[in-house]
């Protein structure tokens, strides 16, 4: 029996978390990183497995003590991970390449291949990681946050911040359109790559520091080395799913969903893909697409298990008014 996410935690306040307690260690040897700066500095700071390897629960738990995000966005976010990339039922994830430590495979065409996969979750035009057409979807990219920086000078007032978080979003995109034949920017890619730019203004910033500036020092302490800084303070705010100001980088350089069809510079728009004018669809094409598709014909204990995940990952959403998709047999 899998036990259902994490609740809300009781104190929502700001306050230190890079503790005694907490302290960043550098991963060992075997221990598993990915591209998600985040989950890197939960795990190089102990508040998830330091070997990189979690159950959703540990990462709903770890993402609200150690940054204060909102349980509702901490519940989809994980439970639309873990469908993809997860084994559902030994309840284990890896946060970067795929592992035996997570346990026996289904049948294909799942791959429980961990967050590294692409094109499930892990999508093009990363702010710091590379496009996996390029051979390396996870590492951090010098180059890439050399692009960072520039763009935060010219826009930010050397910060990261909505201003040039905007600029960098939409470059990266252009960016991939460009160089990179194969380039998807459809749903879930279309709508994660534009809250991952918000997610450093609203989690990598001191809490007790109001001004929405990124330290581009610091802004590199979590995007290279998943550190959070000497003393610092998780946020003030907490930011879920209604206060995750998505508008402010979108509108930036609105660009509709679309892809590269093999050529460079051939991008062209998927009518099909979600997009920001409907929510719903993107939890709908999500259940019934991208996890359906890893999974055609669950039976027996496979099948329980997806349709309980299946189940917490529609609870942090059952407030937005989606009908739910009915369970899979
Ligand atoms: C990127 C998963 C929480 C910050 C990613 C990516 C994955 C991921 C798979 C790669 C997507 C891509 O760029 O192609 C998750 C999961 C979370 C979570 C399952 C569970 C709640 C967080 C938190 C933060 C965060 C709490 C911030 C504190 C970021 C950032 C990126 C990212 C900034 C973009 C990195 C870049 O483009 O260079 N995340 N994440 N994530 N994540 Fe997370
Ligand atoms: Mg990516």
Do not use: W
Not at 252 to 274: F, K, M, Q, R, W
């Amino acid at each position: 029996t899998l036990p259902p996410p994490p609740g809300p935690p009781k104190n929502t306040l700001t306050k230190l978390v890079n503790t005694p307690a907490h302290p960043f260690k550098a991963p060992r040897k075997n221990d598993i990183r990915g591209p998600c700066p985040g989950l890197n500095t939960l795990a190089n700071h102990g508040y998830l497995p330091r070997n990189g390897v979690a159950t959703p629960s540990q990462i709903v738990e770890a993402v609200q003590e150690g940054f204060n995000m909102g349980n509702d966005l901490a519940v989809f976010v994980t439970y639309a991970a873990h469908l993809v990339d997860g084994n559902l039922i030994t309840d284990l994830l890896s946060i970067g390449g795929k592992t035996a430590a997570t346990g026996p495979n289904p049948p294909a065409p799942a791959t429980v291949g961990g967050l590294n996969t692409h094109a499930v979750f892990e999508g093009d035009a990363s702010t710091t990681r590379g496009d996996a057409f390029f051979g390396d979807n996870h590492s951090f990219n010098e180059t890439l946050f050399q692009e960072l920086v520039s763009f935060s000078k010219k826009f930010g007032g050397g910060f990261y911040n909505t201003a040039s978080a905007g600029q960098i979003r939409f470059q990266r995109i252009q960016d991939s359109i460009a160089t990179n034949p194969q380039f998807s920017f459809i749903s879930p890619r279309y709508y994660t790559a534009y809250a991952e730019s918000v997610f450093p203004i609203v989690f990598f910033i001191d809490g007790r520091d109001s001004s929405g500036n990124l330290d581009l020092d610091i802004a590199r302490g979590f995007y290279q080395n998943g550190r959070m800084p000497a003393g610092f303070f998780r946020a003030n705010v907490t930011t879920g799913l209604n206060n995750l100001d998505i508008g402010s980088i979108f509108e930036a350089h609105p660009i509709e969903p679309g892809v590269n069809n093999g050529t460079v510079n051939s991008y062209t728009l998927d009518p099909d893909s979600a997009d920001f004018s409907d929510f719903c669809k993107l939890y709908t094409d999500y259940v019934t697409k991208t996890v359906r598709g890893l999974y055609p014909n669950a039976k027996g204990q496979l099948l329980s298990a997806l349709n309980k995940n299946l189940d917490f990952f529609f609870s942090s959403i059952k407030d937005q008014g989606c009908p739910q998709v009915p369970h899979f047999v």
